[in-house]
């Protein structure tokens, strides 16, 4: 399934409604895609009240969470697989590592091929 910007952008806009700043609504048009690539679009969101600004990662596939297509059942997963593994406090250490040296290219991030080191 192919997903467009309109439809994407709906459902970053359905999740992120109100500024966490100043409470303000946001509008479609202040969210800006900056980068994409197959599974994961990333945006830049300028609250029209006061301007603070976020910066958010959709990851978008074609195959649901584990739990919509299995259920919220724990056990495996369908083909025998496991459920995913949880995120740890050692995955955020290294996502704020990793952001704390990003230089803000999230063409080069999100260019094929690259695997967003820094």
Known sequence: ????FDEV??????MVERCSQCGGRHRPENLQMVGRSRTMWAFRLTCP?????????????DQPYEEEAVGSQPGPAR??????TPITEDDVI??????????GDFKSLFSHGSRGSA
């Open 1 to 4: 399934m192919s997903h467009d």
């Open 9 to 14: 952008r709906d459902v970053v806009l359905g």
């Open 49 to 61: 009240t006061c301007g603070a600004q976020s910066f958010i990662a959709a990851v978008v596939g």
């Open 79 to 84: 083909g025998g697989g496991t459920a995913p």
């Open 94 to 103: 290294a996502m704020r590592r990793f952001l704390e040296h990003f230089n």
